[in-house]
Every structure is written in structure tokens, then in C-alpha cells.
């Protein structure tokens, strides 16, 4: 397999070489990112340019054709609002509620999975026993659809549950989890924190990798505090990979569907709905399907997303750089 | 806090005496062993219940079944059940038919005289059962080998395509300096802004355009290029020293040799990950390989699985044994692949 | 055993296929609950043996996928041959017209008003679909809790007051945990609304939807939720559009009425089993009468196969007498052929008590409103369902009072009718 393999990276040096040549080593860059870009402009850019044409369009037909062209009505539907802080004065209130749902599930979620995740990937780097298996137990949840996590966590928070029948054997008060807006809420960031915690954990195992091991041998000799070698050493060369995963959980947090979805349905009433939920409802579960709205409220999504992770990346301008 | 952070950050000391930062450490380990362990280990026991066992609440770690016996004069086996209380009190009985609130039950030592006993006089009696028809029954539902064989083709072709086609740009986007370097990028993570659920018709249409749908390949290319592999690999990759780099160039290694020679050993751990996560992304994957392939005989294991979900009923039974089957060898895979995530392959000075 | 053999048989000619391009290959999208695609493939494959050279496949998918991919994959001229829809009237402008390769008559004697579902308007008079599975709505009571409570089960024209004072002493005396529940769905709660006089469409035919008598009715079932007789783990617990049934609940003996359909049968003759009795009690009385509503999925061809004149002979080959019954008897369902109906059906490897149930659904089907088989034949039914589902549960869990979720869901129609216009 890898005599194949450095054999076909072999042949296809002698193109490369020729390329070099030609373009000069700093141009050679765009060769290689050539397939990339294609990939991307083909199968990203492109169905993302489509969707914004979508946003649009009125109607409830599928192919753009056979939709009537409505400028920037959706927009107006969407953002039609007395007070935008209460969505009861909004013409689409689903929406506006979930914009808020989304905001504070993912205040909660991003705080909790990066820490957690952090102090997960630090732990897990020791020279622990059985690390191969401890590092498993840590990333199974990933490995779980999001219907199958949904299902295992209402077995244990339904009102018979595990959890309900643990509380009620040491002599305390079994709750109806689901039932209750608040509790709901605050499971559904539990288990979106349980099913994606093993993602940033991973990631971060790889980056504490890039850490020479004797930058600490030589802090070690120098006496340094374990919390200023956290500070002054494993940081800061840790910025790199902790910037991915701060960007990837923010984008990822507010994009949080699946699980919860499954979980809750988005309830009890709307507690727990999150915006994807409302752009997949609007636009592709329900009836009629209005890919326009829905297309709208994702390019609006996008917006802030952009917005926010340029926030983010100016703040880590030196990571970001290298 | 200091002595916490200790904990977390120190290296061993290599005296191989366990002190309270080792208990602290594999407390939490072992909380980790419950929390985020046990709901799993718990999915693959219920993975061995009837439907009906599944209904149940409370629900139970391990599955039962109601215990029956052959009992002289009836062709179907009886099911046993202990008399709690009432005049039959602390035998096991089998019950022969239920009728409202009475049950016709006979003693398996006498056949010939039949009881009447008030059913909430009664407990089944339960043994350990594992349905195995939960699994037996995929091999006879589905083709399972050639969905099998077709899921390991889009995981296996679509990682390496994916790994390949991001690190090269992952490599251009840190150890070199153009114009638009920036922008590029930028551009890279502003497709993660829109989500999946978005894009899927619009790609669809191009993906038919394209002619391949109802293909393997139709599956494979659209994933190939992701924004979080370009991402990772770029930001591990502008951590290896740029000096190594220039001593290569010096050495007269062609730019695509630094590449496949230098950069992609060093990247070991962040590419060990992300091929962890195209595995599983590919393996996993539902939503798209549904709306691609609509002919069973280029099904996955995951269309297979999500085809467990009726209208009005889900088969969970089913659904579980499925799930357990297609874990285990991403799990596998994930055992292998976590070794190269290994301490200390990079330090200063180059290897 | 048979259905073991017929799968074998199926992945052998499945790979015989690939190997024969002349074949006729008819593609069938299936998301039909439990075993249903395999019974329809095993019938098939005697439509297979009439017919040397036609390849009938069945490809199973989830639900979802017929509710969410298919519109997209016709629009975009890939699907299937054959899919079973639940959608009935909504992808009308897909379907293949059989009537140039079937005899009209016996469709239209045979299944007589249930061909309107699946068409256009009240202009069109094209035969579209099979329907393969009929049900309806209505509820269950668990027997054995009746009568451990001592309590009379009511009368086939009581109301919905008198069921729920009914249901609340048993389970006061039993100690069970829920009186009452309702599938979440805009569907499960139609029947009961137009029972106490909800006309959901004007003079015209225009849906309105909210009316007093819905309002009032719905009012009532807030009320239930607010007092405890309804299980408020249903409508409360989910949200979104999202459907949520009280099977468990149920099954489990927790429950002492529950309000869903037929299509759970099969189930609880399953799950049940021997450890209480329960039974078909249909639905309460008002002043609209006692009616459920009708619903169910057949199966369509689509006008983009390249064998139009096979997916026609096939969907007929299902819809004769003989082999309706067997499809029916095999899948537990109602039949919507009238002859069969008339005949009756012997459900051979159902248990007495699935049987009798089945047979009680039957029995309701007389009692359906006409308002409620029109509401089912609209194409903008599941809208309606759905807008019904949220502004209700927004009532039930308090974040809208009444008056206001009603108002909205006036709204809604409002809007979903100008984007469909």
C-alpha cells in the first residue's frame, strides 16, 4: 500500500517539477490548492450562490426557474418586528424565538464544549494507563447518530427514566425533565456538549502534539509553576489549534440541529428551537416548503456567522498568522 | 489552582508512584467512563431487546424475557409466572389464558387441574434473553455485504481524496506567502456558514448537471474538499518551523517532495485526525448518499439503517442492532488510527 | 418463512438484473412502516412471473425520504418508477395517469372516492394511485383498567366530557398515570374538532381552519392539559412540527385512553400481548358527529418512467381483488377497495383481539364527516396540520394565550395560501 502510494507521489513529482520551473516556487502555491478551489467553487460556491438566488424567490416550487422572482420580500417577512427582542411582535415569531434560543444555547454550549474539551485533550495527552481506550470511551458519542444520542438520553431523562428512578432510590424527587421549558433547555446543551465534546478533544490532542516535549523539559529545569507553564508555554503554542476549534465550535454551535431536534422536537413549545430547526421546517420539512424564506433566514444566519468570526480571527490575529 | 493545573500540565516524573494528581486524574477518567461510556455500553445491551422490551419503562440495562414452559396437553409453550399472593400463594404457575381480571393458570407438576388466580396476585417470571433475531434479521432484510462494500468504497476513496486534496492545500495556505493568501482562506472558512440543510437541494442540482447521480462517485467527490480539513491541517502545519523547510530547499527537494517527504510526516497527528473524522463523517453520512442514490443496490449501511424509520413507527430493535454493526469497525478504526496521535513527534530543532 | 424465501429470491434476480439491460426494471420507493415493502415485493413477484422481462425492485428508504427527498428528486426528473406517497394530492402534478392502460370502471367502482385524494381538483377525473393502506383516527381503551376500576365504559355516542370523566375515575381508582392522550398531530385533532363543528373550509371550499367551533374545541383541550387529563408529555413535550405518539405510554398500562388510529394495531397485538385487554372504542360524539378522519398512503406512478404501460399493468395487478385481500390481510390494515371491503377480510395470522379491532375499525369508517375526507383530499392538508400542531401546543404550554395562538394561526393560513396561490 505505501510502496504504491510513494510510487504514485513519485510520478506525479515530475509534473510538479516541471510546474516549479515554470511558475516559480511562490506561484506554485495556487497548483497546489488548485483542487481544492475546484472542488469547492463547484460543489460550495456555487450551490451557496444558488441558495442566495433562492432567497429571492417566492413560492413553494422546487427548480428556480418556476419561481416568481420577489426581491428582497423575505427579508422584510422575516425581519417584520415591533420589538425585536420580543418575537410576539414579529410577523415570524418561530423565527425570532429560535434567533433567541440560538443566542443563549450557544453562549452556554461553546463555554462548556471548549472548556471541557480542553481539559479533556490536557488529560488525556498524560502518559496515563490504557490512553488508547480512555481516548475511545471520550470520542464514542461522536461516533453516534444524532437520533441514536436523542434516544438514549430520553431513556434516561423520561419521566420513568434512569435518571427519575437513581433520584427517587436515594430518596429525593423524581421531575418531568421534558416537560419543564428550563430543565429542557439545559439537557438539550448537555447532550449537544456530551455528543460533540469528543470532536474538539481530538483536535486538540493533535495540536498539543505540536508542542516540543522539551520546552517543558527545560521549564521543568527551571522550576517554573505548573500553572505558569500552562500560561507561558502550552498556550500560546496551542493557539493555533485552539483558534480552529473556537471558530469550528462557534460556527458548529449555532448551526445545532440534529441532536437536539431529536431530542425535544424543539420543545416544549419552542423552548428549544434552535434556528436551523426553523430553517429546516420552513424550507424542507414542512409544508408548504418555502426554500425562499428558508434560504433567506440561512443567509442572514451566514451574515452573523461572518461577522463573528472575523471578530474572532482579528482577536487571534497572531495564531491566526502563524 | 496552581496544583490543579499541575496536574494537567506536568509530564511524569517517571517515579511510578501514584500521588493525589494521579487519583484526581483518573477520577476523571472514570467519571468520563460513566458519563460519556456507559449511555454506549448501555445502547449495545438494548441493542439485544425485543421491540417490546424496548417500549418499557422503566426501562432496564440488561434484556429480559418473560420464562415459558412445555407443560402436557398444550402445543404452545406456557408462560410461568410466581403467585405472590392469594391462595396459590409461592408457587410458579403457567398461565393458560387471561381473561379480564382472572388468569386460567395450571401447575406445571399437575397439567390436569386448571387454577383460577387474580392477576394482580401474579409476577412474570423473567430470565435473561438476547434477542439475537435483532441482528440475524438485517442479514435476511438487506444485502448486507454489498451495502457493506459500498460504504467501505465511499469511506476509504473519499478519505484519501479528502486528506490529499486538503493537506496540498492546507500546505499552500501556510508555507507560502501570495497574494490573496487571505482571501483564500477567508473564503475557505466562510463556507462553513452555511448549513448542510441549505445547500443540499441547490448541490443536488448540480450534482445531476454533472451527470453522477445514482453513483458512487456522486457521493465521494462533493465532500472531497472541506473546509474544517483545510482549516486543521493549515493551522498544525504553520506550527512546524519554516527553518526545516529552508534546509530542504537548500538540499535542492523539489517543492512537491518538501510537501510528501517533510510536511506530511510532521502533520502525522493532525492528519491521523482528520482522517479519523473523514471516516466517521463519511461513514456516517446520511442526509446526502440519500438523495444521490436512490437504487438499493448502491444503498450504504446508513441508508439501510435510517430505512428502519416508517411512518408512524420506528423499529428500534433493528435500528440498534444496525447501529452497533456499522460502530464497530469505525471503532476499530479509530483504535489503529489514535496511536499516531501520539506525545512528542515534533521538537524544536527538526528531527 | 415465506418472507425469508421471497428476499432470497429478490437479491437473486436483483443481481440477475444487472447482468440483462433489456429487462424492464421498474423501481419502487418504499418507506412503508414494518414489513410492508417486503409483502408489496412478494405479491409483486407474481406480477413478475405474468410478466417475463419486468424486473420489479424495491428499494427501501426511510419515511423522510418520501417526504422530503422525493419532491425534490421528481422536480428534478430522477425518481422512481413507483413510490408509496402519503402526500396524496400534493405531488399530483407528477403523477402518472393510468386510465389509458387500466379498465377505469373496476377502479372506480373499487375505490370509488378515495381516487379523489390524489387528484388535482374536482375537474380531474384521472386514476392516479392504489390506496394501499386506509386508516383511521380514533381511540383505544384499555379494558382490563375499566374493570379493575369498576367503572362503565361509555356509550358509543358519548362525548368527549363524558370519556374524560370516565377515564379520570379509572384512573384515580387504578392509579394509573394518564387518563387521556392524543398523538400529536394536526391530523389526530381534526376528527374531534369537526365532531363538535368545526367546518375547516367556507361556502367556497376555502380553508379557514379556525373557526368558533374549532376554537371552542380547542379550548376544551387546553382545558384537559391544564386539569391532568390529557398527557401533557404529547403536546407539551415536543415542539416544532414535530409528530409524537403515546404508544409506550400505552403499551405499558399507564395510560387508560388513547386517541391515535388504526395503523397501531399491529403493534399492540405485538407489544401488548397478554398483559391487559384493550379495545377500539372509535370516536367521541358531538354536534358534527362522531367522525375520525380518514388518511393513509397508496401507492403512485410517476409520468417520468420509461415504462408507463408496465407501472400501470402493476399497480392494477395490486389492486385486483385477490391479491388487494392478500395485501391488505398481511399488511393489518383497512381495506379501501369497496368489494373487498363488502367481502371482508380475514386477517389469517392476527390474534382475535387484532382481528376484532381491526374489523372495528371497519366498522367506523361509515361514520366519517364529508368535511373530514375533503380535508384529507386537500393539497394543502399538511400545512394545516402542521400550523394547528404548533399554535396549539403554543396555547398548551402557556407561551401564547388562546385567543392570540388563533389569531396567529389565522395568520399563517393566510400566508401559506398566497405563497401556493
Known sequence: ?322 | MGNVWGFLTRTRRGNGRMDWTDWVTYSYLFLGIFVMFAPVIWLAMSSFKTEAELSRFPPRFLPYAQETMAVDGYDEPLALFDIQSGEHAGKTLAQIRRVGLVAQMVDPANPSEKLRVDVADREPLEKLSFAWENYTELFERFNFLRFFWNSTFITVMATLIMVLVNAMAAFALSKYKFRGQTGVLMLVVGTLMVPQTVILVPLFLVTKELGMLNSLWGVIVPGAATPTGVFLLRQYMITIPDEIIDAARMDKASEWKIFWRIIIPLSAPAIAVLSILAIMWRWNDFLWPLIVLNQSEKFTLQLALNSFHGEMQTQWNNLLAMTVLTLLPIATVFMFLQKYIATGIASTGGK | MKLKLSTALAGATLMLAAGSASAQEIRVMCGADGNGCEIWEDILTGFEEENPGVDIVMDVVPYNAILENLPVQLAAGTGPDIAGVTDLGGLNEYYLDLTPYVDADYWNNSFGDFLNWYRAGPDDTGIYGLHTQLTITGAYINRTLFDQAGVAVPAADADWDTWAAATREVAEKTGVEYPMAMDRSGHRIAGPAISYGAQYFDENGDPILVDDAFEAYVAKFVGWHEDGTMAREVWAGQGGNSYQDASKEFINGELVYYYAGSWQVGRFDEEIGDFFDWQVVGSPCGVGGCTGMPGGSGLVGFKQTKHPEMVAKALDFLARELNYTEMTARTRNIPAHLGVAESGVDYVDASDTAAAALNAWGAQLPKISPIAFAYQGHPQNRAMFNITVQRVTQAIVGELPLEDAMNRAKDDLAAVLAETK
Not at chain 1, 440560538?102 to 452556554?108: C, E, K, P
Not at chain 1, 508542542?211 to 496551542?238: G, N
Request: hydrophobic share 55%; aromatic share 14%; with cysteine.
Open chain 1, 1 to 322: 500500500m505505501l510502496s504504491v502510494l510513494s510510487s504514485i507521489m513519485r510520478i506525479v513529482e515530475i509534473p510538479m517539477l516541471f510546474l516549479q520551473h515554470k511558475l516559480g516556487i511562490n506561484r506554485l502555491a495556487w497548483v497546489f490548492l488548485a483542487p481544492n478551489l475546484i472542488l469547492f467553487g463547484v460543489f460550495t460556491f456555487l450551490p451557496i450562490f444558488i441558495s442566495a438566488v433562492y432567497a429571492l424567490t417566492g413560492g413553494d416550487k422546487i427548480l428556480l426557474e418556476d419561481r416568481p422572482f420577489v426581491g428582497m420580500q423575505n427579508f422584510r417577512t422575516l425581519g417584520d418586528c415591533g420589538n425585536f427582542l420580543d418575537p410576539d411582535t414579529c410577523r415570524s415569531d418561530f423565527f425570532w424565538r429560535a434567533v433567541w434560543n440560538t443566542v443563549w444555547f450557544v453562549i452556554l454550549q461553546v463555554g462548556f464544549m471548549v472548556g471541557l474539551s480542553l481539559l479533556t485533550a490536557l488529560i488525556l495527552n498524560q502518559k496515563i494507563r490504557a490512553r488508547g481506550f480512555f481516548r475511545a470511551v471520550f470520542f464514542f458519542p461522536v461516533l453516534l447518530s444524532p437520533v441514536v444520542v436523542a434516544l438514549i438520553w430520553k431513556w434516561v431523562l423520561q419521566k420513568h427514566g434512569v435518571l427519575n428512578a437513581v433520584l427517587e432510590g436515594v430518596g429525593l424527587e423524581g421531575h418531568s425533565w421534558m416537560l419543564d421549558s428550563t430543565w429542557a433547555f439545559g439537557w438539550s446543551v448537555f447532550l449537544s456538549v456530551w455528543a460533540h465534546m469528543g470532536f474538539y478533544t481530538l483536535i486538540l490532542l493533535s495540536g498539543l502534539q505540536a508542542i516540543p516535549r522539551d520546552v517543558y523539559e527545560a521549564a521543568l529545569m527551571d522550576r517554573a509553576s505548573p500553572w505558569r507553564t500552562f500560561r507561558r508555554i502550552t498556550m500560546p503554542l496551542l493557539a493555533p489549534t485552539m483558534l480552529v476549534v473556537l471558530v469550528l465550535a462557534l460556527i458548529k454551535g449555532v448551526q445545532t440541529f440534529d441532536e437536539v431536534f431529536a431530542f425535544t422536537g424543539g420543545g416544549p413549545g419552542s423552548a428549544t428551537t434552535l434556528i436551523v430547526q426553523y430553517i429546516y421546517q420552513t424550507g424542507f420539512a414542512g409544508a408548504p416548503r418555502l426554500f425562499g424564506l428558508a434560504s433567506a433566514a440561512s443567509m442572514m444566519l451566514a451574515f452573523v456567522l461572518i461577522v463573528l468570526t472575523a471578530l474572532q480571527m482579528r482577536a487571534n490575529r497572531r495564531s491566526f498568522n502563524g
